[in-house]
């Protein structure tokens, strides 16, 4: 191979890479609401597929994270497509950056008189509100920008939303605005989800975005969500010309606006008005994360246009990383679900971002020698976006060689046995698979919404049966009874009962769920279900051999190492004959291989208008088919929505059949 084509290779594997881990956390970000990177650092990976695509073109897509927004809707409300894209904005954290964009304006419009529009950067869960003829009709999360999920019913409970607008009785506008929770609820919530052992919330952006996707309106409205309305996506019949005249409009109307704006002129004053904030943002009852500086009119801000994923007429001024010193106490070992030891810095309290901080991960051994981070040391600690802080330096200049270094445990520190590093893994990892600390995880997982989903079954409820002894492994919960719970501290009747219930419905999930929830290294959900479609039961799951395994698209060698592994140990197959006793479902319910598409392999790409992703690849397992992330020789079939990437050519450049969203629909009708 040439060097350049070696360099090529290097690219599209790199790109490839970052693409997925992007997505990821979209997925956590938008869907799950439990990001575990900063913006900063998000912004940073984005950054880097930029460059990377840009320096090698043939290698774009149009569904790449950097021309997309956010995540897919989800199951569980209606998908509904914006009236227009909602679009996300461009990021700068510096100065230079912020007037570096308004050259950029005035460059494009050809004129220097511009004015700004400047508004505080509430940290929240942006939503359409439509209104006709003064009345809300719906409302609608992001979702990945070109729709998502209705959830008016939770909107009309979230006070200072008006289901009619004052002195309007004609025309339509699409409304666009952040729900947020303030602190003090943020904390009310908090305590009773304490009180009745549920896991807590991170931050009140977790919180305010789980909240609207309740099911139950009821629970949404006893939360106490607030809103600030900021913008316009569609409107017809109203004649408004700027941001700031939106804003005047919209305080008529009835609909609550930010009093903390400003239409300034020269980028001096904006940049000066943004940096003041930096400061003033924590005498505000909720959280912001920076500033977002609009171009003022509405016919400057159509000429400049957008592009596939941000408007050119906005950008955000994001906050730098709240940073305080403060002292490394110590460093101590957890051991997650799958055995893997990570050391944790135990530090003087500090207070960052609103929260008082006195843990940090650190990650792994390599990392804290990479950092050289020692015992004693006074440290910098950083909480970007309420994110997990991290420590981010020592501060070498104040050590006086009292410091010690840290070595990783030989052992356990919770069960003492050997622990072991894998060749060519960063962690360390305990073996035993009976080790307390991992029971704990394996339960807390096994529990969890895409597991075994048993609502209610937190970690402060893990930690309560453990404790008392009831509960030793996941098999254990299908045979608690009622004594058992309501001796533990804070169950009452109702919360017992309900459990108990919780518990018992999971019994009938679907084999997928269950194989995800045992916990098996490297098997995530989509493994899961590709385990359970081939071979339709957990039993034949655990009696397949290496090389069956291994063929299997999607699963490869080191996950195939890793079922092996588990269904070897005797531990293992000692709770799985518990699940079985308990009445635990171990068959694939909606297998379909007798189906009339048994056989045919499906590639989706691009968006679909009329229904979920989701949606359509549940039709084609459904009548027997399978769905695939990637296009290859033995696809059978390129579904394409609109704006399709890469696997749209290379299902051109093999021959395959493909398939416009209406072509599917039909084709879906024809056979079923």
């Given at each position: 191979?040439?060097?350049?084509k070696?360099?090529?290779k290097?690219?599209?594997?790199?790109?490839?890479?970052?693409?997925?881990?992007?997505?990821?956390h979209?997925?956590?970000y938008y869907r799950?609401?439990?990001?575990?990177?900063?913006?900063?650092e998000?912004?940073e990976?984005?950054?880097?597929?930029?460059?990377?695509?840009?320096?090698n073109?043939?290698?774009?897509?149009?569904d790449?994270?950097?021309?997309?927004?956010?995540?897919r809707?989800?199951?569980?409300?209606?998908?509904?497509?914006?009236?227009v894209?909602m679009?996300?904005?461009?990021?700068?954290?510096?100065d230079?950056?912020?007037?570096?964009?308004?050259k950029r304006v005035?460059?494009f419009?050809?004129?220097?008189?511009?004015s700004?529009?400047?508004?505080?950067?509430?940290?929240?869960?942006?939503?359409?509100?439509?209104y006709?003829?003064g009345?809300?009709s719906?409302?609608?999360?992001?979702?990945?920008?070109?729709?998502g999920?209705?959830?008016?019913a939770?909107?009309k409970?979230?006070r200072?939303?008006?289901?009619?607008?004052?002195?309007i009785?004609?025309?339509?506008?699409?409304?666009?605005?952040?729900?947020y929770?303030?602190?003090?609820?943020?904390?009310?919530?908090?305590r009773?989800?304490?009180d009745s052992?549920e896991?807590?919330?991170?931050?009140?952006r977790?919180?305010?975005?789980?909240?609207?996707?309740?099911?139950?309106?009821?629970?949404?409205?006893k939360?106490k969500?607030?809103?600030?309305?900021?913008?316009v996506g569609?409107?017809?019949?109203?004649?408004?010309e700027?941001?700031?005249?939106?804003?005047?409009f919209?305080?008529?109307?009835?609909?609550?606006?930010?009093?903390?704006?400003?239409k300034?002129?020269?980028?001096?004053?904006?940049i000066?008005?943004?940096r003041?904030?930096?400061?003033?943002?924590?005498?505000?009852?909720?959280?912001?994360?920076?500033?977002v500086?609009?171009?003022?009119?509405f016919m400057?801000?159509?000429?400049?246009?957008?592009?596939?994923?941000?408007?050119?007429?906005?950008?955000?001024?994001?906050?730098?990383?709240?940073?305080?010193?403060?002292?490394?106490?110590?460093?101590?070992?957890?051991v997650?679900r799958?055995?893997?030891?990570?050391?944790?810095?135990?530090?003087s309290?500090?207070?960052?971002?609103?929260?008082?901080?006195?843990?940090?991960?650190?990650h792994?051994?390599?990392e804290?020698?990479?950092?050289d981070?020692?015992?004693?040391?006074?440290?910098?600690?950083?909480?970007?976006?309420?994110?997990?802080?991290?420590?981010?330096?020592?501060?070498?200049?104040?050590?006086n060689?009292s410091?010690?270094?840290f070595?990783?445990?030989k052992?356990?520190?919770?069960?003492?046995?050997?622990?072991?590093?894998?060749?060519g893994?960063?962690?360390?990892?305990c073996e035993?698979?009976?080790?307390?600390?991992?029971?704990r995880?394996?339960?807390?997982?096994?529990?969890?919404?895409n597991?075994?989903d048993?609502?209610?079954?937190?970690?402060?409820?893990?930690?309560?049966?453990?404790?008392?002894?009831?509960?030793?492994?996941y098999?254990?919960?299908?045979?608690?009874?009622?004594?058992?719970?309501?001796?533990?501290?804070?169950?009452?009747?109702?919360?017992?009962?309900?459990?108990?219930?919780?518990?018992?419905?999971?019994?009938?999930?679907?084999?997928?769920r269950?194989?995800?929830?045992?916990g098996?290294?490297?098997?995530?959900?989509?493994?899961?279900?590709?385990?359970?479609?081939?071979?339709g039961?957990?039993d034949?799951?655990?009696?397949?051999?290496?090389?069956s395994l291994?063929?299997?698209?999607?699963?490869?060698p080191?996950?195939?190492?890793?079922?092996?592994?588990?269904?070897?140990?005797?531990?293992?197959?000692?709770?799985?004959?518990?699940?079985?006793?308990?009445?635990?479902?171990?068959?694939?319910?909606?297998?379909?291989?007798?189906?009339?598409?048994?056989?045919?392999?499906?590639?989706?790409?691009?968006?679909?208008?009329?229904?979920?992703?989701a949606?359509?690849?549940?039709?084609?397992?459904?009548?027997g088919?399978?769905?695939s992330?990637?296009v290859?020789?033995?696809?059978?079939?390129?579904?394409?929505?609109?704006?399709?990437?890469?696997?749209f050519?290379?299902?051109?450049?093999?021959?395959?059949?493909?398939?416009?969203?209406?072509?599917?629909?039909?084709?879906?009708g024809?056979?079923?």
């Amino acid at each position: 191979m040439t060097p350049r084509k070696n360099e090529k290779k290097k690219a599209e594997k790199r790109i490839e890479e970052l693409r997925r881990e992007l997505k990821r956390h979209n997925r956590l970000y938008y869907r799950e609401n439990r990001p575990v990177i900063s913006d900063t650092e998000y912004d940073e990976l984005v950054n880097e597929l930029k460059v990377l695509e840009r320096e090698n073109p043939e290698f774009t897509e149009k569904d790449s994270p950097t021309r997309t927004v956010g995540a897919r809707p989800e199951e569980g409300f209606a998908a509904a497509r914006h009236m227009v894209p909602m679009l996300s904005m461009d990021n700068t954290y510096s100065d230079d950056e912020l007037a570096e964009f308004d050259k950029r304006v005035k460059r494009f419009l050809g004129r220097e008189d511009i004015s700004y529009f400047v508004e505080l950067k509430v940290d929240g869960a942006s939503i359409s509100l439509v209104y006709e003829s003064g009345r809300l009709s719906r409302g609608v999360t992001r979702g990945d920008g070109l729709a998502g999920e209705e959830v008016t019913a939770n909107i009309k409970t979230v006070r200072d939303v008006p289901e009619k607008l004052r002195k309007i009785d004609s025309g339509l506008i699409e409304i666009r605005g952040e729900v947020y929770m303030d602190g003090i609820e943020f904390e009310r919530l908090n305590r009773s989800r304490a009180d009745s052992g549920e896991d807590l919330f991170a931050n009140p952006r977790n919180a305010c975005a789980g909240t609207l996707k309740l099911l139950d309106p009821k629970m949404v409205e006893k939360r106490k969500l607030s809103i600030f309305c900021h913008g316009v996506g569609f409107m017809e019949g109203f004649d408004i010309e700027s941001q700031s005249a939106l804003y005047d409009f919209m305080k008529r109307a009835g609909l609550r606006v930010n009093p903390e704006v400003k239409k300034i002129k020269d980028i001096d004053d904006v940049i000066s008005y943004c940096r003041n904030w930096i400061d003033k943002r924590d005498s505000l009852d909720y959280r912001i994360d920076g500033m977002v500086v609009k171009v003022d009119s509405f016919m400057q801000q159509k000429a400049l246009g957008s592009t596939s994923k941000s408007p050119r007429w906005c950008i955000a001024y994001k906050f730098p990383a709240e940073r305080k010193e403060t002292k490394l106490l110590d460093i101590k070992v957890q051991v997650g679900r799958t055995g893997k030891l990570t050391p944790v810095a135990v530090l003087s309290p500090v207070k960052l971002a609103g929260t008082t901080v006195s843990r940090s991960t650190l990650h792994n051994e390599d990392e804290i020698r990479r950092k050289d981070i020692r015992l004693g040391d006074r440290v910098i600690v950083e909480k970007s976006g309420d994110i997990i802080p991290q420590v981010v330096r020592p501060v070498k200049e104040k050590r006086n060689g009292s410091e010690r270094t840290f070595h990783m445990p030989k052992r356990c520190p919770v069960c003492g046995l050997k622990t072991f590093k894998p060749e060519g893994e960063v962690d360390s990892r305990c073996e035993n698979v009976k080790c307390p600390a991992q029971v704990r995880q394996r339960i807390i997982h096994f529990a969890s919404r895409n597991a075994m989903d048993i609502e209610g079954l937190g970690e402060a409820v893990v930690d309560q049966l453990i404790d008392a002894r009831v509960v030793g492994d996941y098999g254990d919960l299908y045979y608690l009874e009622y004594g058992d719970l309501i001796k533990l501290e804070r169950f009452a009747d109702r919360s017992a009962r309900k459990l108990l219930a919780a518990i018992g419905r999971s019994r009938e999930n679907d084999l997928p769920r269950l194989i995800f929830a045992l916990g098996i290294r490297h098997v995530g959900q989509r493994s899961a279900w590709v385990l359970a479609r081939r071979f339709g039961s957990l039993d034949a799951v655990a009696s397949q051999g290496r090389s069956s395994l291994e063929n299997i698209d999607e699963i490869g060698p080191v996950v195939a190492g890793s079922i092996m592994a588990f269904f070897e140990n005797r531990d293992n197959l000692s709770v799985i004959e518990k699940l079985k006793k308990a009445g635990c479902n171990t068959l694939m319910k909606e297998r379909g291989e007798e189906g009339p598409l048994a056989g045919k392999k499906f590639v989706f790409t691009g968006s679909l208008r009329t229904m979920t992703r989701a949606d359509a690849e549940r039709l084609i397992r459904r009548h027997g088919g399978t769905t695939s992330s990637s296009v290859s020789r033995d696809t059978d079939f390129v579904v394409t929505g609109e704006e399709p990437g890469s696997k749209f050519r290379r299902a051109q450049e093999l021959g395959i059949t493909i398939l416009d969203e209406k072509g599917f629909q039909r084709f879906i009708g024809d056979i079923g």
